[in-house]
């Protein structure tokens, strides 16, 4: 099995930061690709930012600037650094990652994360 645990949400006050991570563990051959969704109340989720395997990035215009994605290959993990939080950034934040299983490698599964609270608020 496959699992993504996300940490690093909170309450923070506009213009602040706070930085999300997302581990993948369990039994994996390898992780095509990773990102970071955010769904706020009475809105469809969208992508934040997403990484794939190469290094190459992108990112949702509203956040183009203020956010960085990264990820550490050694330890399956991907980041989201935020900076200049607005209140329109509160939202839960989901990691998904495209991850090739051990013993299934002709194959792809999309896994979520549960999902972690960030709000913008004075």
């Known amino acids: 099995q496959v699992q993504l645990v996300e940490s690093g949400g909170g309450l923070v006050q506009p213009g602040g930061s706070l930085r999300l991570s997302c581990a993948a563990s369990g039994s994996i051959f390898r992780i095509n690709a990773m990102g970071w969704y955010r769904q706020a109340p009475g809105k469809e989720r969208e992508l934040v930012a997403g990484t794939i395997s190469g290094g190459s990035t992108n990112y949702a215009d509203s956040v183009k600037g203020r956010f960085t994605i990264s990820r550490d290959n050694a330890k399956n993990t991907v980041y989201l650094q935020m900076n200049s939080l607005k209140p329109e950034d509160t939202a839960v934040y989901y990691c998904?990652?495209?991850?090739?299983?051990?013993?299934?490698?002709?194959?792809?599964?999309?896994?979520w994360g549960q999902g972690t609270q960030v709000t913008v608020s004075s």
């Open positions: 998904k990652a495209e991850i090739v299983r051990s013993g299934m490698e002709y194959t792809a599964f999309q896994y």
